[in-house]
């Protein structure tokens, strides 16, 4: 049938009840229904006082498709409603593909950019080559917002650039929230998984009723990264699980830094606030040049608690400084082996006491009258009290050898020797500094209610491993799901 002419310029106006068109073209072969072009206007514009200015319906592919080489795609502007809004069932509700502009780009002075609404599948998702997949920006609103009932809100995906980016002057650059799944996820091979950025409010912020509101995985690269030059690179804040949770295979679980503020801050209120899980380097890392590496806090809890099951708990290389009462099981020096350094090690254990002594020893060498006196620092009666004493003869016996004066004005007299004798002297005294008479060690105490039945060593009584009280305090760290 030959194409039938319209004569230009057309115009009309009528009347048409629903669900019938006022002007209707159907095309019964695989071309184009509506054809629209021009040299530099609009090509098809669709325009309505209350209803949808154009719409796109599809059984089964893409209800509303745009393609551009240089320019946008599908483009949509709106006073105060969506700029551009799709529905579908079962399928994408908007897609965009472009060479090098936005696949798909929404702007609203008031409202939301880009909405996209989908039941089992992505609400709006955006695939580029080397520009951006999403693109949104609000003055006052979000820039990009994605809803799911049970799949992801916003998908983004990119080969070498951001796979989402949000941007917003004071309101938030992008807002994810699942009621069931994960609110926000960005998957990139060599770039930024997710990216986003505020000049005054939350670059990223994400909510979830029951699992994991931020999760960043990378194969090479940082899973979750950020950085502030003067406030909180990244920030988490749990009531009951992780504050912030990263997990690497082989670099950093979570990496933050900032030029004058916390590189990583995480809160919770019955939970761990931070928590790092590597298999092959540091779970959680700490660098700093002038101030601490790793810092812990806790009002009436443990400030940095380490354990381990065949390993060791904590190891410092350097010096260690301790502002308190160190506490423990055993202890010793272990140093290289002084005959043997390249193939053995020395170890020696610790004296101990039930009381917080001191021991301070030494060689006297008496005077021509059998007697010597012996000096000590003018600090040492300050530091010590109730003094016990022990003399031995060097050389030759000397069973009268006695305590003639003790200590007094930090000096003691010995006597009872022979003219120019050699004596080896011992001290020990128990410690009076304020530190000390604050803090006695209790020998005898009762355990705490709910350690009873638990044991610091239960093999060494016979009980089995699940009566030891380090596993019974040893947390949950495992990766989350």
Known sequence: MDAKQ??????????????????AITNTGDGVGILGRTTSGTGLQGESESGT???????S????????D??????????????????????????????????VYGTS?????????????????????????????????????????DNFGVAGSSYSGAGVRGTSDIGVGISGYSPSDTAIEGISDTGIGVYAQSESNIGLYASSGSTNGIYGVSARGIGIYGYSPSNIGVSGNSYSHFGVSGYSATSSGVYGSSSSGLG??????????????????????????????VYGSSISGVGVYGVTHTGIAGQFIGDVQIYGTLT?????????????????????????????????????VLDDDGTAWVELPEWFEALNKDFRYQLTSIGMPSPQLYIAEEIARNRFRIAGGAPKQRVSWQVTGVR?????ERRRIPVEQEKATDEKGFYLDPAAYGQPKEKSLAKRLTYDTSPPG
């Open 53 to 59: 200015g154009v719409t796109g319906v599809s059984l």
């Open 328 to 364: 423990k099981s055993a202890g010793g020096f272990k140093i290289d082996h002084p005959l043997d350094p390249e193939n053995k090690y020395l170890n020696h254990s610790f004296i101990e006491s039930s009381e917080m002594l001191n021991i301070y020893s030494g060689i006297a």
């Open 109 to 149: 002075t008031e409202n939301t950019g880009v909405a996209g609404l989908s039941r089992d599948h992505t609400g709006v998702a955006g695939t580029s080559i080397s520009g951006i997949g999403v693109d949104g920006s609000s003055t006052s609103n979000i820039g990009v917002k994605g809803a799911s009932f």
């Open 6 to 23: 319209i004569p230009l310029p057309f115009a009309g106006t009528g009347e048409a009840v629903s669900p019938d068109a006022l002007f």
């Open 432 to 436: 009076r500094d304020p530190y000390a």
């Open 264 to 293: 990583v801050f995480g809160q919770s209120e019955t939970f761990h606030g931070v928590q790092g899980v590597s298999k092959t380097a540091s779970g959680v890392a700490g660098f700093s040049d002038s101030e601490f590496g």
């Open 61 to 68: 592919e893409v209800g509303v498709s745009g393609s551009s």
């Open 70 to 103: 240089t320019g946008t795609a599908v483009f949509g502007t709106s006073g105060s409603g969506p700029g551009v809004f799709g529905h579908s069932d079962t399928y994408y509700g908007v897609v965009g593909t472009s060479n090098t502009e936005y696949g």
